[in-house]
């Protein structure tokens, strides 16, 4: 006879309603773990885009990420012309904050010359930008639909195509330009200033600059062998795609990384104390129980099965109703959430674990209790 | 009143002494107790609170140790040094059943299951501990019942299916602590008529600790404890089969 099954059935309610604070208290740890994820993917997303073996920016930079790089428009054909490069396509970016429809649009700009790396290489509505100015293509975080019209700087876009999961590392949707659209937008100065630096004697403002230049390599050759030749010319520096993604994961959102995977250790520690007090609790309830069954002879093998099963069925409960939960709430999250099954299955073993260390506490009550107390005594 | 009556007590105890506390906290709760309980014997215990009645009922029933003394439940010495507490609880649930003041059945399981566990934590089968359990309902009237959870049951009802538990694995050591004191006479008497009922059909001793005066009539003898000394009260209803002379 399962004891443990008859007395959830018995104060059903109260076991549903105790699974569903525990299933929202995980379904919080598991959006965290998902958060800390999507933070990661988000910031790698951008850099994986053009699917470049490498990144060249202005010399003793980190990249266009991590610090503010500018190189000439020309480094592009400089690159191209290295024996071992099969292709170079030069990029800007640049946050912009517009006002659109009445509402403030943050967007994260990438210039980048359709045809060649950079850009994304399909998108799921519309299509690629066809023409030399004036199109975009935006993520759909952005809220924009296609044929919007948007006011960048001081031209007007049309949205002629739509992607998915292309936000910063500051999770601001990615909309792109071509290049010399982009060029336009940063570096264009706007006419009451140009007319001054003209009489200033000023010469006109250079937009031909980019903030990178990323390339892929020709097959067979290691990256790390274009990398240093680059490094020998003193005005640029070459980084490596893996080179690229340490300096996002490490520097960029580093500090945000931590910062949710400390709160993550800090919830499950929370949520391994309350586990305890559920299940201390739950041992409390049954003191007279226990002292009967101890005093009509039960083991304790059958009073610690009592607790123990009690609390797996506890943590199994509670972790598929938080996982259901925030299955169902991630996509309605500001940001990207990313549930990964490995991580899915790690929280279920720790809180398992946690469920069952935890319930050692209500055991140690329950073997203390004395079969006298069934008497009253 | 008692069916069958052997010659060697359920119940021995001799000399037996409980106290708790050292130097001047020490309390004697019992003090050279002597008593014995026979097969198919109903027997009364008495006396004020604080006297030591749950404490003896806590020694015989093997959750107390005692300090000294000699005692053997069915024949076998018990707490004679070489007991653990998983030796005295297959003790408890081979030769002893409990009936309690407020029956203590396990509210999350129905009065066939209540009787039924008893049986499965002896290692019965779960089929044979549900057939067992059914015909003790049955011979405890309460068959009718048996998928009926405790907070559905009546005081009666639920003191029945209690006995009936207590019944379960054929003890042959009933221990009873008040179990009418929360019935009205009616039902009382019911309890009690099936507890010797039990004592007389099944050769069980049955030891009831008790204050309530409208049952003193049902026992076969009765014991008067005071500051821990047990004494043989006098009364018509004490010595109806001679037992008390013949010890």
């Known amino acids: 006879m399962n004891l443990a099954l008859r007395d959830i059935r018995h104060s059903l309610g109260r076991f549903v309603l105790t699974c569903l604070g525990l299933s929202l208290l995980l379904g919080l740890v598991l959006s965290m773990i998902g958060i800390y994820r999507g933070l990661v993917e988000e910031a790698l997303s951008l850099s994986r885009t053009p699917r470049a073996d490498l990144w060249v920016v202005e010399a003793g930079k980190r990249g266009p990420f991590a610090e503010s790089s500018r190189i000439p428009g020309d480094t592009r054909e400089v690159i191209a012309s290295l024996s071992r490069v099969a292709a170079a396509g030069s990029l800007t970016y640049q946050s912009v904050e517009a006002l659109h429809s009445g509402r403030k649009l943050r967007l994260y700009v990438v210039g980048y010359e359709p045809g060649r790396p950079g850009g994304p290489e399909n998108v799921f509505a519309g299509h690629i930008m066809t023409r030399s100015h004036y199109e975009m293509l935006a993520d759909a975080k952005s809220g924009l639909v296609l044929g919007e019209q948007v006011r960048l700087g001081r031209n007007v876009f049309t949205v002629v195509g739509l992607t998915r999961n292309q936000v910063s590392s500051g999770g601001d949707p990615v909309v792109y330009l071509t290049l010399q659209d982009a060029q336009r937008l940063q570096f264009e100065l706007e006419p009451p200033v140009a007319r001054r630096e003209a009489e200033r004697g000023a010469p006109p403002a250079n937009t031909d600059v980019v903030n990178a230049v990323v390339a892929r390599v020709a097959p067979g050759i290691a990256p790390g062998q274009v990398v240093e030749a680059v490094g020998r010319w003193k005005h640029l520096t070459a980084l490596s795609q893996s080179a690229q993604e340490d300096v996002l994961t490490k520097s960029v959102v580093d500090k945000s990384r931590r910062q949710i995977g400390l709160f993550t250790v800090i919830l499950l520690a929370v949520s391994a104390v309350i586990i305890s007090l559920i299940l201390y609790t739950m041992t409390m309830d049954k003191v007279r129980e226990i002292a009967t069954l101890k005093l009509i002879g039960a083991p304790d093998s059958t009073i610690i099965g009592l607790i123990i099963q009690e609390a797996i069925a506890m943590a199994v409960i509670g972790f598929s109703l938080g996982t259901l939960l925030i299955n169902l709430a991630k996509d309605h999250f500001p940001r990207r959430v990313i549930l990964l099954p490995e991580d899915g299955l790690a929280l279920a073993l720790v809180v398992l674990l946690l469920c069952v260390l935890a319930s050692g506490m209500g055991v140690r009550l329950a073997l203390k209790i004395e079969p006298a107390v069934a008497l009253g005594g | ?247």
């Not at chain 2, 409208?214 to 008067?224: A, G, L, N, P």
Request: net charge negative; hydrophobic share 45%; proline share 4%.
């Open chain 2, 1 to 247: 009143m008692t069916g069958s009556i052997s010659a060697s007590p359920l119940v021995d105890i001799r000399d037996l002494s409980k106290s708790f506390g050292q130097g001047d906290a020490r309390v004697d709760a019992l003090r050279q107790i002597n008593l014995q309980v026979y097969a198919g014997q109903v027997v009364g215990l008495l006396g004020p609170s604080g006297s030591g009645k749950s404490t003896l009922l806590n020694v015989i029933g093997c959750i107390l140790d005692p300090s000294s003394g000699h005692m053997e439940l069915d024949g076998q010495v018990v707490y004679d040094g070489g007991w653990r507490q998983k030796d005295l609880r297959r003790l408890r649930l081979d030769r002893i059943g409990f009936i309690f003041q407020f029956h203590n059945l396990l509210p999350f399981l129905n009065a066939l299951e209540n009787v039924a566990v008893v049986l499965e934590i002896a290692g019965a089968s779960a089929e044979a501990a549900r057939q067992r359990a059914l015909e003790l309902l049955q011979y405890l009237q309460v068959g009718h019942r048996c998928e009926t959870m405790p907070s559905r049951l009546s005081g009666g009802e639920a003191q029945r299916v209690a006995i009936a538990r207590a019944l379960a694995n054929h003890p042959r050591i009933i221990l009873a602590d008040e179990p009418t004191a929360a019935l009205d006479s009616e039902r009382a008497g019911v309890v009690m008529d099936l507890l010797r009922k039990v004592a007389a059909e099944q050769g069980a001793a049955v030891l009831v600790v008790t204050h309530d005066e409208k049952i003193f009539d049902r026992f076969d003898q009765m014991f008067y404890l005071r500051d821990g000394m047990l004494a043989d009260m006098d009364g018509p209803h004490t010595k109806p089969n001679g037992l008390a002379q013949q010890h």
